[in-house]
């Protein structure tokens, strides 16, 4: 995905000689956390929270708040991938683009990178949803797609979602009609089924045989 879809520049240059109270304002309208501050020719010079200029008098300027001012941006030319990293690490529900020179080109917003990941294939709601984990000396994520593509299954998402000094959790967005076959083989791999939207024979076989055997030995 290419960040100039996503990409607003509808929003005010601030530049150090403004007021905290200017930008008290401002994040009262637009209802954002966060907003870059500039110097008079574009540059970017850093990220200012709302939060962080919340107890500080209107008459004081930015440049006198000039230490709360984080160098947190990215690249017109990366991935969208590192639009969720800035969010899981600034917590700002807008995220300032630059350019190579460091000139802001503008700000992607976090509802505008929501509404496209929504219309991502990875989002299909006909997709099923499986939780995978495993140790980590024995996970391998391509050995997952492997067994996936093996059971004939349509791969749409493939991501980390938790990892720990132990195990590694895996969640695949996918479609297959052969499911169960899909999850017995991912068990006969090691791979434990953490959640799944599938409807899962295992647990109803696994079931009826404890109420054979309670039978068999009641007789």
Known sequence: ?????????????????QTIGELHDFFEEYELTHIGIC???????????????????KEMTVSEAEELLRFEAVLLDQH?????????????NVIPVVSEENQL????????????????PVFDYENDTLLLSRANE????SEVVQIAVSSQAKISGAFIVEQNEKSTVVALQLQTQKKQALLDEMR???YDIVETSIKDMYWEDLK???????????V
Request: glycine share 4%; proline share 2%; net charge negative.
């Open 138 to 141: 024995d996970f391998s994520l």
């Open 188 to 190: 006969r791999y090691g």
């Open 1 to 17: 995905m290419n960040l100039t879809e996503l990409l607003q520049n509808d929003l005010p240059l601030f530049t150090p000689d």
């Open 39 to 57: 110097d008079a020719a574009g540059q970017f010079i850093g990220l200012l929270s709302a939060a962080d200029i919340r107890d500080r008098t």
């Open 80 to 92: 969208i991938s590192a639009l969720l990293r800035f969010l899981s690490q600034s917590q700002s």
């Open 105 to 120: 080109l503008g700000y992607v917003r976090l509802t505008a990178l929501l509404d496209k990941m929504k219309a991502m």
């Open 208 to 218: 009826l045989n404890s109420e054979y055997l309670n039978r068999y030995l009641n």
